[in-house]
């Protein structure tokens, strides 16, 4: 079994900052594709990053310029540096990670349990 694990979001002000943190754990052989998804209340999920294990990334508009996505391969942790925050930021946001388990060919597509980021005066 592979977990992904978030962390970090919570109630910020308009213009702050939030960094989201997410851990793969279990019988990992190598990991892929790593990305940060949102969705906010009666709206469907959405991309806001990603990025390639050779470092590539990937960006929603609606995020480019304020958001970084960034991974630590060794840690098998992705992160999400939110700058600028706006109160259309306002989302569950949920970590997917492509991954290989040890001792099997497949390729795997897992998501994290999501962690809530209000921005709000």
């Known amino acids: 079994q592979v977990r992904l694990v978030e962390s970090g979001g919570g109630l910020v002000q308009p213009g702050g900052s939030l960094r989201l943190s997410c851990a793969a754990s279990g019988s990992i052989f190598s990991i892929g594709s790593m990305g940060w998804y949102r969705q906010a209340p009666g709206k469907r999920r959405e991309l806001v990053a990603t990025i390639l294990s050779g470092g590539s990334t990937n960006y929603a508009d609606s995020v480019k310029g304020r958001f970084t996505i960034s991974r630590d391969n060794a840690k098998n942790t992705v992160y999400l540096q939110m700058n600028s925050l706006k109160p259309e930021d306002t989302a569950v946001y949920y970590c997917?990670?492509?991954?290989?388990?040890?001792?099997?060919?497949?390729?795997?597509?897992?998501w994290g349990q999501g962690t809530q980021v209000t921005v709000s005066s």
């Open positions: 997917n990670a492509d991954y290989l388990i040890t001792g099997r060919a497949h390729t795997y597509n897992g």
